[in-house]
């Protein structure tokens, strides 16, 4: 397939793009390179553009015939948004509406949207699947929520297909050593444990250890980001035999707290971690943990790095990789 990744040089969007190049497609990136890497694209031709810039990014597309889009390029950290939701809500809706008007100008009609678990905001169940309702407590998760509702109603009007895929916790890093996570500045919890190792003086904060979970602190699904590339192709897939909308939780299903993962660092590193507990983070939900039994059985998606400690090791080597 002849596939556009917005978005292609960040964390998730960089292993996308890879796993593609591995399965034989013909990639295009586009980014922007304002949070992307300019060493995480390797062998396929890059687009530099902004989604707000429209004349550009007609430039670039006009007369491109990509079988579907991959769209990922986004502004992400939940505290930035609730900080500066303006920059949200123009990146996330106004960057996709933009990139949609072209896609459709150029008769391309499949896309696979990044979205997030942030839109379910404060579960009512524990495991959360599909229809589980939308309600996000920030604004990162309602910019999210409002690009899906758009994709189900152009869908509606036939005039696209489109997949939307809920991130859970995505964490680890290629296996080849080559491509792992490096924001800047980092707020990852796995990243930011492994970090902390080099600080030895500053201790790694725990935000906060009195949530309503048996340790105290929150539990999320952490799922490997190759397995998250996987489920994309598997999408796009999908997409060139199938109209319509459709949305996956995509999580491991296994649930960790963050204590549990201090605790696999320290067995995976080796080291003991200096840490010390602190204030909940702004719009931290106590627990995030998906059903992704419709991706394994509508997409065929069989997530390989099925357990937290091979999640670390892959998160740990490219640590040591980039600290070298
Ligand atoms: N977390 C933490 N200290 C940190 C970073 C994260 O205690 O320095 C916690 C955070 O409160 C959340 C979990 O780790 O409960 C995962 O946070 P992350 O930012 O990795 O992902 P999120 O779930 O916010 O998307």
Redesign the pocket.
């Given at each position: 397939m002849k596939i556009l990744v917005t978005g292609g040089a960040g964390y998730i969007g960089s292993h996308i793009t890879r796993q593609a190049q591995r399965q034989s497609h013909d990639v295009c990136v586009l980014d922007d390179f304002s949070t992307g890497n300019e060493w995480a694209v390797k062998d396929c031709e890059t687009l530099r553009v902004n989604l707000l810039d429209k004349d550009l990014l007609k430039k670039c597309l006009r007369g491109r015939n990509f079988d579907g889009v991959i769209h990922l390029a986004a502004k992400s950290l939940?505290g930035e948004s609730i900080i500066n939701p303006y920059t949200y809500y123009e990146n996330n809706i106004v960057g996709s509406l933009n990139l949609l008007n072209e896609m459709l100008r150029n008769d391309i009609h499949r896309i696979v949207f990044s979205s997030t678990a942030?839109i379910f905001g404060n579960p009512r169940t524990n495991i959360i699947r599909e229809d589980h309702p939308k309600n996000p407590i920030n604004p990162y998760g309602r910019t999210k929520l409002v690009v899906e509702n758009f994709l189900n109603d152009l869908s509606i009007s036939k005039k696209l297909s489109a997949v939307c895929l809920r991130y859970f916790?995505a964490a680890g890093a290629d296996p080849d050593g080559e491509l792992g996570e490096a924001h800047d500045p980092e707020?990852?919890?796995?990243p930011?444990i492994l970090n902390s190792y080099d600080r030895a003086k500053q201790p790694?904060?725990?935000?906060?250890n009195d949530y309503p979970t048996p340790d105290g602190?929150?539990i999320?699904d952490y799922v490997h980001v190759n397995d998250l590339a996987d489920a994309h192709l598997l999408a796009l897939q999908k997409l060139q035999n199938t109209d319509g909308f459709s949305e996956y939780n995509l999580g491991s299903s296994v649930k960790n707290s963050?204590m549990e993962v201090i605790k696999t660092c320290e067995g995976v590193t080796g080291r003991p971690l200096n840490y010390e507990i602190d204030e909940h983070?702004l719009g931290?939900p106590a627990v995030?943990v998906a059903d992704n039994t419709k991706a394994l059985t509508e997409l065929g998606w069989q997530p390989v790095f099925n357990n937290l400690d091979k999640i670390i090791e892959t998160a740990w080597n490219w640590h040591k990789r980039l600290s070298m």
């Open positions: 939940v942030a916790n707020t990852h919890l796995i930011t790694f904060k725990v935000f906060g602190t929150c999320r963050v983070r931290d995030l």
